[in-house]
T-cell receptor
């Protein structure tokens, strides 16, 4: 069973702080990793993807991947109340389906 | 503005009725996924297609659900007969160049 695990939260951080969201996956063959943000009542929207070990930065967001530990994380710097949402980690092995984690609910407090 | 289009956005029906949901993937995308989302289960994969061929529908209750892609611009998900436990938001997503998924706005189904 291919699984993706996330802490369901809620994760509460003060405005301006760094939010750290974590995800572990069970399938060592996984090749690509995605972070989606989902606001309540809306559809998931892609934030970032990462394929290689290390860090990938895009604005206030940094994705980190460690394939040896089967771990991927998302850092949000200078968190804003508008970042309050559920963050979904997704893992894909080419030729196989996408597996989504249950999501972590983030609350950024003004 | 390329996006995945789903219809209907909302559907309320009675138990036993047939429900058909439609999806128009982003032009040029060759993979299409159907997901169901509930508060309890999160995002569950129902079926997915590559180049219109079904690759995995193991997440779908076969006795009542069916998914098809009659052409590259249309994917359908049908439930017959519908049951109250089918109430959920159904998302269609299509796959981009680097494997990322783009989601439609979803079809919220309520079965009474």
């Amino acid at each position: 069973q291919k699984e993706v695990e996330q802490n369901s939260g809620p994760l509460s951080v003060p405005e301006g702080a760094i939010a750290s969201l974590n995800c572990t996956y069970s399938d060592r063959g996984s090749q690509s990793f995605f972070w989606y943000r989902q606001y309540s009542g809306k559809s998931p929207e892609l934030i970032m993807f990462i394929y290689s070990n290390g860090d990938k930065e895009d604005g206030r967001f940094t994705a980190q991947l460690n394939k040896a530990s089967q771990y991927v994380s998302l850092l949000i710097r200078d968190s804003q109340p508008s970042d309050s949402a559920t963050y979904l980690c997704a893992v894909n092995n080419y030729g196989q389906n996408f597996v989504f984690g249950p999501g972590t609910r983030l609350s950024v407090l003004p | 503005d390329a996006r995945v289009t789903q219809t209907p956005r909302h559907k309320v029906t009675e138990m036993g009725q047939e429900v058909t949901m439609r999806c128009q993937p982003i032009l040029g995308h060759n993979t299409v996924f159907w997901y169901r989302q509930t508060m309890m289960q999160g995002l569950e994969l129902l079926a997915y297609f590559r180049n219109r061929a079904p690759l995995d529908d193991s997440g779908m209750p076969k006795d009542r659900f069916s998914a098809e892609m009659p052409d590259a611009t249309l994917a359908t998900l049908k439930i017959q007969p519908s049951e109250p436990r089918d109430s959920a938001v159904y998302f269609c997503a299509s796959g981009g160049q680097v494997g990322e998924l783009f989601f439609g706005e979803g079809s919220r189904l309520t079965v009474l």
